[in-house]
T-cell receptor, first 112, second 115 residues
Framework: AQSVTQLGSHVSVSEGALVLLRCNYS??????LFWYVQYPNQGLQLLLK??????LVKGINGFEAEFKKSETSFHLTKPSAHMSDAAEYFC??????????FGPGTRLSVLP | NAGVTQTPKFQVLKTGQSMTLQCAQD?????MYWYRQDPGMGLRLIYY???????DKGEVPNGYNVSRLNKREFSLRLESAAPSQTSVYFC??????????????FGDGTRLSIL
């Protein structure tokens, strides 16, 4: 069975600093990987996804993630944090069918 | 451009009361899901429906029932609410590719408190 871990339940960065949110997965078969963002009192919105092809994936709002099979990782980055990036971020993995597994989430705070 | 619509947005129940949470999607998706979100635990799957006419249990189905009324609608019922069911409930839908490479689309959630 697949699983997802997100290192750090809460990450704080200064405005303009690099954002790095970590996601590691375990899966016995090649996975499909997703990052979602959740703003307060809202549902989850898709930021980006990796299915096949290029391992560096670009998403909305300047975020990108790189699939590294050897490290079983799919870390999310943004070069320069903005106050509006403050939210909770979820990594998810799917290996086919209806089986989606979400990580526990990382809350990002952006300090002025 | 509604996407996934959940009703109600907020609800307070007393222990033992029953309630149905409604979900409808307008994207012609085959698959629909119900999750609950609790602090520090991410999203946990309650039930899902891979296609109209089918439903299956997820990780935490106890205390819940579902109905896939048609392709658009998927409801979640609490027959006898318990305080442990206090949570935020999310409905999601997906185009339903068997490959699993299509993302889920989420509603804005129902915030449910059981007293």
């Amino acid at each position: 069975a697949q699983s997802v871990t997100q290192l750090g339940s809460h990450v704080s960065v200064s405005e303009g600093a690099l954002v790095l949110l970590r996601c590691n997965y375990s899966s016995s078969v090649p996975p499909y990987l997703f990052w979602y963002v959740q703003y307060p009192n809202q549902g989850l919105q898709l930021l980006l996804k990796y299915t096949t092809g290029a391992t560096l994936v670009k998403g909305i709002n300047g975020f990108e993630a790189e699939f590294k099979k050897s490290e079983t990782s799919f870390h999310l980055t943004k070069p320069s944090a903005h106050m509006s990036d403050a939210a909770e971020y979820f990594c998810a993995v799917s290996v086919g069918g209806q089986n989606f597994v979400f990580g526990p989430g990382t809350r990002l705070s952006v300090l002025p | 451009n509604a996407g996934v619509t959940q009703t109600p947005k907020f609800q307070v129940l007393k222990t033992g009361q029953s309630m149905t949470l409604q979900c409808a999607q307008d994207m012609n998706h085959n698959s629909m899901y119900w999750y609950r979100q609790d602090p520090g635990m991410g999203l946990r799957l309650i039930y899902y429906s891979a296609s109209e006419g089918t439903t299956d249990k997820g990780e935490v189905p106890n205390g819940y029932n579902v109905s896939r009324l048609n392709k658009r609608e998927f409801s979640l019922r609490l027959e006898s609410a318990a305080p442990s069911q206090t949570s935020v409930y999310f409905c999601a839908s997906r185009s339903g590719s068997v490959l699993g490479n299509q993302p889920q689309h989420f509603g804005d959630g129902t915030r449910l408190s059981i007293l």
